[in-house]
């Protein structure tokens, strides 16, 4: 899949939406990517989630032997569940608990070997929190894998990032947000 097919499959499952919106990282933009729109398509999620494995293996052939897959909830739990499927290993995920994410329902096991895989990332905050969760229980990240990198490539972690859609919609602080300026409702669409 080519990024072209990437963009094309979220607009027209409606998952690239346009107005005024607050991002997770408490950012403001004018294009917002409703991943839960792709995602209702189980066809589509399988196909575009296989696309991010063969990404991740063509360049990093030891991600066919991972142990696991791990995503942050709620967002990342189906592309957890369909990497999970491409590399044909267990998938897992990591929820929040009085604000912090972490594992209530699965263990990690030191020295397992994982996938951290995310519908989007902006700042990458929550693929960090997941990948100190797996760090801490004595597990290596192997790779992460996003559909979408909203960061246009600056979210850096210490594991490599492979991404289907790697763009960098404009951006705005709260406090210098020309749509707030004009007016615009603000939207919260979640994940």
């Known amino acids: 899949m080519t990024p072209d097919d990437v963009l094309d499959a979220f607009k027209d499952s409606e998952a690239l939406l346009e107005g005024h919106f607050e991002l997770r990282s408490g ?29 991740m293996k063509t360049a990093l052939p030891g991600v066919a032997s991972v142990d696991a897959v791990i995503a942050p909830a709620l967002g990342g ?4 569940h369909e990497v999970g499927r491409a590399l044909d290993t267990v998938s897992i995920f990591a929820e929040k608990e009085e604000g912090n994410l972490v594992l209530r329902r699965f263990g990690i096991v030191e020295g397992q070997r994982l996938v951290v895989a995310e ?4 700042r990458g905050g929550r693929v960090q929190e997941t990948i100190d969760i797996v760090e801490a229980a004595g597990g290596e990240v192997v790779a992460i894998g996003v559909l979408v990198d909203r960061s246009g490539g600056k979210a850096r972690f210490n594991h490599p990032l492979f991404s289907l859609l790697e763009i960098e919609p404009v ?3 709260p406090s210098q947000c020309p749509l707030c300026a004009d007016g615009v409702p603000l939207k919260h669409p979640g994940s």
Do not use: E, K, M, W
């Open 27 to 55: 950012l403001h933009s004018d294009r917002y990517f409703q991943c839960a729109n792709v995602l209702r398509f189980p066809r589509l999620a399988s196909r575009l989630c296989a696309a991010l494995v063969d990404t």
């Open 77 to 80: 739990i189906v592309v957890g």
């Open 119 to 122: 519908d989007v990332i902006t």
């Open 171 to 173: 951006t705005y602080d």
